[in-house]
């Protein structure tokens, strides 16, 4: 965890070989969405994929792990 106030969930982390397609963020790796009334303007396409309440996602979701969606 960083210091100096920052919170690390206020950040956009791209993990390595993260692919900025057409439309979608594509990686093999799980993907986490949180903050407070976070947007995003790409598709996503992961491992799994987890989203936090009053998320606005403006494309598509394409999860590649064996759980379940909501």
């Known amino acids: ?4 106030g920052q ?6 982390i791209l993990p390595d070989n993260t692919e900025l397609q057409e439309h979608t963020l594509k990686t093999d790796r799980i993907i986490v969405i949180g903050g407070d009334r976070c947007r995003i303007d790409y598709g996503l396409e992961g491992s799994e994929i987890v989203v936090c309440e009053f998320t606005t996602i403006n494309g ?5 792990g064996g759980g ?3």
């Open 60 to 64: 598509d979701i394409r999860a590649g």
């Open 7 to 12: 919170n690390w969930f206020e950040r956009c």
């Open 68 to 70: 379940c969606a909501h």
């Open 1 to 4: 965890m960083e210091t100096g």
